[in-house]
């Protein structure tokens, strides 16, 4: 009888042990599963957005190469957002800029003849039109974080593919800039054109925006030059009339009348609200806001989205009266005038 206890007690131990190796073989894997390999699988289930195939491709003026390049129009849009707008934005503000994008592109289709663009292209890539940067160049850029931003901003594409905005079943100007003064501006308070859509709205929230405020500082002599002016001793010039989105509208200067885009554009500032002052050889001119002011502000667009609001809350707000529309017959109508 004693013998057996000792014989029992091996026997025991060794199912025990038996019953332990599949728990120890798989815990290790288990705990890597929250570190580096969980962050692997995570990236692994995640779906890279893919764009439908593009209906027509968009001639593009490339402006360091001089040459042109037909761009399948999903991609084009792509490489807009990412060029106009920062991919670290939130999703759905991102979302807004490729329907703005989309929409210019198509509206400048329906033209007889391409503004600014040499011939054979409807486009350049540079901010006459919209800034276009293609893959090779977007790499360069970004480096390492080209995967993550790229396929951020594919989705934004992505989701809003085949849309347009449109205003009286016609795609409009979807004018767009930086950063509001805390108001957007009506189109002929900076071009000549009254446009139903392109209203003033507050966009209060833009004063979060980093580019909200500027300095710039001139010398008295440049500024004459640039201005074809001779300021009176002691003062710069008064401003006379403010735009509906509380900018300069008008300028007295040395006997002289201005226009606040006129100053903006002379002097190369960020915003045409501005105010100066004269200290000893130089003035100083502060501004708030950078753009012109009219249509969305990209700024504004990202804090609406962090409040919450999605795409379409975020355009119907900053482009009055307007639907989202499909692109396609448009699309189809530049295809039967090429």
Request: aromatic share 10%; glycine share 8%.
């Amino acid at each position: 009888m004693n013998s057996i206890k000792p014989v029992f007690t091996v026997l025991a131990g060794l199912f025990f042990i038996i019953l332990l190796i599949p728990t120890l073989l798989v815990t290790p894997f288990m705990d890597q599963s929250k570190g580096k390999l969980g962050e692997e699988l995570t990236v692994a289930k995640k779906e890279v957005p893919v764009l439908a195939e593009s209906p027509v491709d968009i001639p593009v003026y490339r402006s360091q190469l001089k040459e042109i390049e037909n761009i399948p129009l999903e991609e084009y849009v792509v490489g807009v957002v990412a060029s106009e707008m920062p991919a670290d934005f939130e999703l759905e503000a991102l979302k807004a800029q490729a329907l703005a994008a989309r929409t210019y592109i198509t509206k400048q289709m329906m033209n007889e003849k391409a503004l600014s663009a040499p011939e054979g292209s409807i486009v350049t890539d540079t901010q006459i039109h919209q800034v276009y940067k293609n893959v090779e160049e977007l790499k360069k850029i970004w480096g390492k974080e080209y995967e993550e931003k790229i396929n951020k901003i594919t989705e934004a594409v992505a989701a809003t593919q085949g849309q347009i905005l449109t205003y009286d079943n016609k795609p409009i100007d979807a004018l767009f800039f930086s950063t509001s003064n805390g108001f957007t501006e009506n189109s002929e308070a900076y071009w000549k054109e009254e446009i139903p859509y392109l209203r003033s709205v507050e966009s209060t929230w833009d004063e979060e925006s980093p580019k909200f405020y500027d300095q710039k500082i001139i010398s008295v002599q440049e500024f004459e030059k640039k201005l074809g002016v001779s300021i009176e001793e002691g003062t710069v010039g008064k401003i006379t009339e403010l735009t509906p989105g509380k900018r300069v509208a008008k300028v007295e200067i040395g006997g002289k009348t201005f226009t606040g885009k006129d100053i903006r554009e002379k002097l190369e500032l960020k915003s045409s609200d501005f105010t100066w002052e004269l200290k000893g050889d130089s003035i100083v001119i502060e501004t708030e806001g950078y753009g012109h002011g009219v249509g969305m502000s990209q700024y504004g667009a990202n804090f609406m989205a962090v409040d919450g609001k999605n795409y379409e809350e975020i355009v119907s707000y900053y482009y009055k009266g307007t639907e989202v529309g499909a692109a396609e017959p448009f699309l189809s109508k530049y295809t039967v005038k090429k």
